[in-house]
């Protein structure tokens, strides 16, 4: 045990933890990774079109929206006072950041050789991030006495959508009938290996959003925009991509068909999807007034999927290489982060 000479030094020394709001345990690590497309196939859930299209689809929902988390948490760092909560939120940014060059690197080694036409999705998510939730939007400068507000009404839609994002990781984890069901094992890695990073992080944004003034009825009004929004988007592209499937040629899915429902209802009862109840189900925690993201799923179970991710191992075994070079692009500031750990421009 520590000799403390003094209860003033015991103080001084335990300072920074009892006096900091950040709920993450120890410190986040943005991990390199490295998948191999060349062998996955489009229906990678032999024998289950409709699933694999559906969580396709995530992959062209996140790159955009993940890099705008990036610009936001960015902007915000100078307004955070915590100590431990700054280094949370550059960490963040950091693992959001290899989030979205990960899931940019599914659209294009994987869903466009495959023939998949992507840029109607893609386009709706720039659209949404770059131009409804920017900076300006609409391209309209706000009034200086608006600019805080419309930042902490934005972080606030990032902690309701990490919510959803942890809740999505803890079902990644728990879900065994993917390998059961012969899935390709890079793409479930990659589902794996980013739900395993979303419960390692999921304190940030919440702890970021109350840290800057956000206030507890306003999660009434985020998780109403956010969820159906999400909820929406994701579906709506799933059938995009259905539609170019041959396979469902003649059922011509659209999002709010009955046939689209019927399908969904069949593959989660097969364990391939979570049912729509699930979903909004776990939901509702965020709207509790004493929620606490740090019950919400185990980091412990994250970072046992972490140690053993075949893409992490591989990202890691690249990472020792190039130091054993004597160069190493992902020292420093990772992901071209700037002088503050700016990163994602």
């Known amino acids: 045990m520590d000799d403390f000479s003094t209860r003033a030094d015991f103080d001084r020394l335990a300072a920074p933890y009892q006096q900091t709001i950040s709920g993450t345990q120890g410190r986040l690590v943005a991990r390199k990774v490295l998948f191999d497309w060349s062998q996955t196939p489009l229906e990678w859930i032999p024998q289950q079109p409709f699933a694999s299209h559906l969580i396709n689809q995530i992959n062209l929902i996140l790159p955009a929206g993940e890099l705008w988390f990036c610009r936001l948490f960015n902007q915000a760092l100078p307004l955070i006072t915590d100590a431990k909560l700054r280094d949370d939120v550059q960490q963040f940014v950091r693992q959001e950041g290899m989030h979205a060059q990960a899931h940019v690197g599914v659209i294009e080694s994987y869903l466009k050789q495959h023939g998949v036409d ?3 999705n893609t386009r709706i998510m720039e659209f949404l991030f770059d131009v409804v939730l920017a900076d300006q939007p609409f391209g309209r400068k706000l009034p200086r006495m608006l600019q805080r507000r419309w930042l902490l009404f934005r972080l606030g839609i990032v902690a ?20 059961a069901a012969g899935a390709d094992p890079s793409l479930v890695d990659l ?15 919440f702890d970021l959003y109350r840290h800057l003034g956000g206030r507890y009825a306003s999660r009434f009004y985020l998780t109403a925009i956010t969820f159906p929004l999400v909820f929406g988007l994701w579906m709506d592209g ?34 391939l999807l979570p049912s729509v109840g699930w979903l909004l189900a776990k939901e509702m925690p965020f709207l509790n007034p004493w929620y606490d ?22 990202g890691a075994a690249a990472r ?13 500031e990772a992901l071209g982060a700037g002088p503050k750990g700016s990163v994602c421009g």
């Not at 059938?239 to 899915?253: G, I, N, R, S, T």
């Not at 190039?322 to 420093?332: C, L, N, T």
Request: glycine share 4%; hydrophobic share 40%.
């Open 118 to 120: 992507t840029l109607r």
């Open 160 to 179: 309701s959508v990490e919510h959803m994002t942890c809740v999505l990781g803890r079902y990644a984890l728990e879900n065994k009938q993917w390998d």
């Open 191 to 205: 589902i794996r290996w980013h739900g395993a990073e979303e419960i390692e992080h999921r304190s940030v944004a």
């Open 238 to 271: 799933a059938a995009h991509l259905m539609q170019q499937d041959p396979q469902f040629a003649a059922d011509k899915p659209r999002a709010w068909r009955p046939w689209f429902w019927r399908q969904w209802k069949q593959a989660q009862q097969a364990g």
């Open 293 to 314: 993201p740090l019950y919400e799923a185990s980091t412990e179970d994250a970072m046992a999927y972490l140690m053993k991710s075949p893409a992490a191992a591989a």
């Open 320 to 332: 020792q290489t190039v130091r054993a070079e004597d160069r190493s692009p992902f020292e420093g």
